[in-house]
């Protein structure tokens, strides 16, 4: 994209994904010790934090290496875990019917 003239691009990292239902379905374990207090797989969140952070590294030299594109980060990691501390504070959940 840089090399077609992109001077704008945002990179979004990835979700906790010890927390994304499928993975809790398809790694199920009767063993607690393998989840965190919000019910995530903590080997699923480790990855999940490992890809971010090669993300980072990555990021960091293509910003050096293009200091005229703009190249920043959507970070989904740490604010779903925020909502998973707090989802009061987020608002009200509201389910619509037909």
Not at 74 to 88: H, K, N, T
Request: net charge positive; charged share 20%; proline share 7%.
């Amino acid at each position: 994209m840089i090399q077609q003239g992109a001077k704008y691009i945002v990179v979004a990292d990835v979700f906790p994904t010890g927390c994304i239902p499928p993975i809790l379905t398809m790694l199920a374990s009767p063993n607690k010790v393998k989840y965190d207090r919000h019910g995530c797989l903590k080997s699923g969140n480790r990855l999940g934090r490992y890809q971010n952070s090669l993300l980072r590294q990555w990021i960091k030299l293509l910003r050096h290496e293009y200091p005229h594109t703009k190249i920043i980060t959507a970070e989904y990691y740490r604010p779903v875990l925020a909502f998973l501390d707090m989802p009061g504070h987020f608002g009200e959940l509201v389910l619509l019917s037909n």
